[in-house]
Nanobody
Framework: QVQLVESGGGLVQAGGSLRLSCAAS????????MGWFRQAPGKEREFVAG????????NYGASLKGRCTISRDNAKNTVYLQMNSLKPEDTAGYYC??????????????????WGQGTQVTVSS
């Protein structure tokens, strides 16, 4: 079992930045691929970014590509999402997820085994 706790969300003006964190506990963090997803009211959960177990590969979804960076610190059991140039349409709940699969598709929700409770990001215009 892996527990994931997100933090760092909040209210920010358009054009601002936020860094989200996701702290993991319960198992060896470096065994898990990690992803960030977001979900706005009335919309499906969508892929934002993913990073492999040792951080050697990253993937980005179309929504925040070029405006966000995913990273991880396996010594701290934490994955980060740095978001810049935020827009009102980035307003959503942001969720981190962990997968134990050795081979997986980062964009697929079903490939992740564990999910955090989410942190709300609100971008004002």
């Amino acid at each position: 079992q892996v527990q994931l706790v997100e933090s760092g969300g909040g209210l920010v003006q358009a054009g601002g930045s936020l860094r989200l964190s996701c702290a993991a506990s319960g198992r060896t963090f470096s065994n898990y691929g990690m992803g960030w997803f977001r979900q706005a009211p009335g919309k499906e959960r969508e892929f934002v970014a993913g990073i492999t177990q040792l951080g050697t590969n990253t993937n980005y979804g179309a929504s925040l590509k070029g405006r966000c960076t995913i990273s991880r610190d396996n010594a701290k059991n934490t994955v980060y999402l740095q978001m810049n140039s935020l827009k009102p349409e980035d307003t959503a709940g942001y969720y981190c997820a962990a997968t134990s699969r050795r081979f997986y598709t980062p964009e697929l929700l079903g490939h992740y085994d564990y999910w955090g409770q989410g942190t709300q990001v609100t971008v004002s215009s």
